[in-house]
């Protein structure tokens, strides 16, 4: 079977398994916590291939995983706040242990294993806060619209940037980092999702899924800062692995290559639709 089949056939269940899985809450936490955890591991697989660097695996995805769940139980009115203490006491656990271990540089151990939960499990548990919104009579409900509205934005990124730069690409947009892209593919395919967002606002008003209440041009603005957002994302896994001497992250998608292949643009564009939305609350 070709790479072609193969990367289309994932790709196509990819997306399924995503759009099913934020349709409800329960699912939506229980996907997003296995990302996280496969997420970390990968990433902490990968920084410990360097020379010098021992950073705990286990203890790490362990600490990303909880935190996502932790932050899901807050979000979603399920626990109190004293839910995050357990988390704080592993980090504290993770600084303290590198004075025992007498590794070769702590210094990294320290940076990378900060990496891994600020890079990783942040953004990802930063769905919760995006999916989960205080009602007016005082309880917690859930919305798929924005969450799931970010990924789709991400995908018609992709796939518009993919084409316009086919077609029309000649200025590269990051040469030294990542070659393929160009100019006329960013702005096409922020063109897309521009056009995109719109018809996410009009099918959301006609099918009464608008919670959020956003206009038409919030949405817009949300699909432009998703783009932006997702192209530095996708530049700065780039670099990661450029850094390391390595094409993929992983092997875990057949024909995508690993999990922060696949969730690299979400790394930022996550964090940045919550910026995006908590300032509209304050104008």
């Not at 909880?66 to 899901?72: E, I």
């Not at 357990?86 to 990496?115: F, G, Q, R, S």
């Not at 509205?149 to 518009?160: E, P, Q, T």
Request: charged content about 10%; hydrophobic content about 50%.
């Amino acid at each position: 079977m070709n790479n072609f089949v193969v990367r289309t056939i994932t790709g196509v269940l990819f997306v399924a398994v995503l759009v099913t899985g934020f349709l409800d809450p329960i699912a939506m936490s229980a996907l997003f916590a296995l990302i996280t955890g496969l997420s970390v591991w990968e990433f902490t697989g990968l920084v410990n291939s360097r020379q010098g660097v021992s950073v705990n695996r286990f203890i790490s995805t362990v600490a990303g995983v909880y935190f996502y769940l932790a932050v899901m139980g807050f979000c979603s009115g399920v626990t109190p706040s004293t839910v995050f203490i357990p988390y704080l006491i592993t980090i504290v656990y993770l600084m303290v242990a590198e004075l025992y271990a007498k590794n070769e540089d702590p210094i990294h151990d320290w940076a990378y294993t900060m990496m891994s939960q600020m890079y990783v499990a942040l953004p990802f548990s930063m769905l919760n806060v995006l999916a989960f919104r205080a009602m007016p009579d005082g309880n917690v409900g859930y919305s798929f619209i924005v969450p799931l509205s970010v990924f789709v934005f991400l995908w018609v990124n992709d796939s518009g940037a993919y084409c316009c730069g086919s077609l029309l690409g000649k200025h590269k947009l990051f040469p030294r980092i990542s070659p393929g892209k160009s100019w006329e593919g960013s702005i096409g395919g922020g063109l897309f999702v521009i056009a995109a967002a719109a018809g996410v606002w009009y099918l959301s008003e006609q099918y009464g899924y608008n919670d959020v209440g956003l206009n038409m041009y919030e949405w817009m603005g949300l699909g432009l800062v998703v783009t932006v957002f997702g192209t530095w994302g996708d530049l700065v896994e780039s670099l990661f692995k450029r850094t390391l001497g390595i094409k993929d992250s992983g092997s875990i998608l057949p024909g995508h290559g690993g999990m922060l292949d696949r969730f690299d643009s979400s790394l930022l564009a996550i964090p940045a639709a919550v910026i995006y939305l908590y300032t509209l609350t304050l104008l």
